[in-house]
């Protein structure tokens, strides 16, 4: 129950947002975006009650950029905790700080979710004091006060999370002799690969052809799958691999995902 309960901690609760994602970032036009829109200003699409008015249509209208998006819960917590559900419309200067505070949560937020995600493997019993302390520290500057939070120096917090990161990585993959890959894969032909215990941490994988191959065990921390080809591909017991980066790749009902995460709804029409 534990588990379950941090998993939904760590996801979007649109409900209970107020649309922050839709307001605080900026996003220029591209294949992405269909319009361009600066940092705290809201898109054309968000309605008064904070609900997108084209939720169910953003790929057709250009905006697939949306559909890739997530803020692992930050947004909630911005909304509901950090400040007390108090509405960005009602306080210019309560709406610039919430602003700037929403990706900075966002990124702490992402931190929990490997942390969780790395203690709850049993191949690292050994640190797992060290991950539950990092834990409880990555947990408690959450639960900061809005300047505190845009004090920090995340940067740094980043840095030394990463680095507890990579031995997990290692004690996963060490049975594969820790195989590292290319960072940059761009379009490569790796139908049906053996790519078994593979390192893609911060590789372009940016329409790869990965039909068919076995990508299991791999860690995908940073990689970039957008319109990846992972019909058939088999990505079990991979780690630090997220809904949005598989929401970005393509593929079919012959995916096989962790258990923790989903096949997108537009894999079922993807041919």
Request: charged share 50%; aromatic share 6%.
């Given at each position: 129950m534990e588990k379950v309960h941090q998993q939904n901690q760590l996801k979007a609760d649109c409900e209970n947002c107020y649309g922050l994602c839709c307001v605080a970032l900026p996003f220029g036009k591209s294949a992405d975006f269909a319009m361009e829109k600066e940092g705290g200003a809201p898109c054309h699409n968000l309605e008064s009650n904070f609900r997108c008015s084209i939720h169910n249509e953003l790929r057709n209208n250009g905006f697939k950029g949306c559909t890739v998006f997530e803020c692992f819960g930050a947004g909630q917590k911005v909304s509901q905790i950090t400040f007390h559900g108090r509405d960005w419309r009602e306080d210019q200067k309560v709406a610039k700080e919430m602003f700037a505070v929403f990706p900075l949560m966002q990124q702490l937020h992402e931190m929990l979710?490997?942390?969780y995600e790395a203690r709850s493997l049993g191949a690292t019993k050994s640190i797992h004091k060290e991950l539950q302390k990092a834990l409880d520290e990555t947990e408690q500057m959450t639960n900061l006060s809005p300047k505190s939070i845009l004090d920090l120096e995340i940067h740094i917090h980043?840095?030394?999370i990463n680095e507890l990161l990579l031995?997990?990585?290692d004690l996963v993959r060490a049975k594969f002799n820790?195989?590292?890959?290319?960072?940059?894969l761009i379009g490569a032909k790796l139908r049906g690969a053996n790519l078994k215990g593979s390192n893609f941490r911060g590789a372009w994988l940016i329409a790869a052809d990965l039909r068919e191959a076995d990508m299991s065990m791999c860690d995908f921390i940073g990689s970039d799958l957008r319109d990846a080809d992972l019909r058939g591909a088999n990505l079990t017991g991979s780690i630090f691999l997220t809904q949005v980066q598989v929401n970005s790749a393509n593929g079919d009902i012959h995916t096989k995902l962790p258990d923790t995460l989903k096949l997108p709804p537009h894999w079922l029409n993807f041919k």
């Open positions: 979710l490997y942390l980043r840095t030394r031995r997990v990585s820790n195989k590292k890959s290319k960072k940059d």
